[in-house]
């Protein structure tokens, strides 16, 4: 007997798992939905604060089962797993994912399917619940308020030390992030830290040659 032979024997026999009958198929997969249906209650605990998408959450929780049932036929036939491999490497999903914390979900779920799939019911417990316990905790920590941008449109030039001043006089902290003139005219847009923005922007308003001001919640990062 050849090499080859060799290898191939012991590919196709690694592939023949009698062992996944029907009644440890039926519990991988019912294991499987009651850990999906775990997240499905963690993601809506999760996002009851911001807008919840009901039909991504049932989407993302019968993912882990399809998973499941994926890595169980992969497992019990080697030619499917080369079929499911070529199927789903030409697959291309376009739906864009906005929220990071989607993209954690989508992928709990994605990995729940597959540690089930493969057997490994522990290991999915485990994760549900570190996950489950490290999004609790980090729930808890404050987020640092960011700035507000404050865009101001002149039309006299020669004022801007006149606004620079009153904003410095006015706030804790402030950054200039874009500067543009055009025939005159000047916008201004700077990072702001203030304990009353509405008196500044009053303040502000009433400064001769200023056309209008706007005042603007900060949703990026900043840089310090």
Aim: contains cysteine; aromatic residues 10%.
């Amino acid at each position: 007997m050849s090499y080859s032979d060799i290898i191939k024997k012991s590919v196709l026999e690694g592939f023949s798992y009698a062992d996944f009958s029907t009644t440890k198929m039926a519990v991988t997969l019912g294991l499987t939905f009651l850990i999906a249906v775990y997240i499905f209650f963690v993601y809506r605990f999760i996002t009851r604060n911001t807008f919840y998408n009901k039909n991504f959450n049932i989407t993302m929780a019968i993912i882990s089962v399809v998973t499941a049932g994926i890595v169980i036929a992969m497992q019990s036939n080697f030619v499917i797993s080369l079929g499911m491999v070529g199927a789903l490497s030409i697959v291309r999903f376009r739906t864009a994912i906005k929220e990071p914390m989607d993209l954690l979900f989508l992928f709990w779920s994605i990995g729940t399917g597959i540690v089930c799939g493969a057997g490994l019911y522990e290991l999915a417990i485990v994760i549900a619940l570190v996950v489950t316990f490290g999004l609790l905790v980090l729930q808890l920590v404050p987020v640092m308020a960011s700035p507000m941008l404050l865009v101001i449109k002149l039309n006299n030039i020669d004022k801007e030390e006149t606004v620079l001043s009153t904003v410095k006089k006015s706030t804790q902290k402030y950054k200039i992030d874009s500067k543009s003139i055009t025939n005159g005219r000047e916008n201004l847009i700077m990072e702001i830290r203030s304990k009353d923005y509405s008196s500044l922007t009053n303040e502000i308003s009433k400064i001769e040659g200023v056309v209008s001001v706007t005042l603007m919640h900060h949703e990026g990062e900043v840089k310090n």
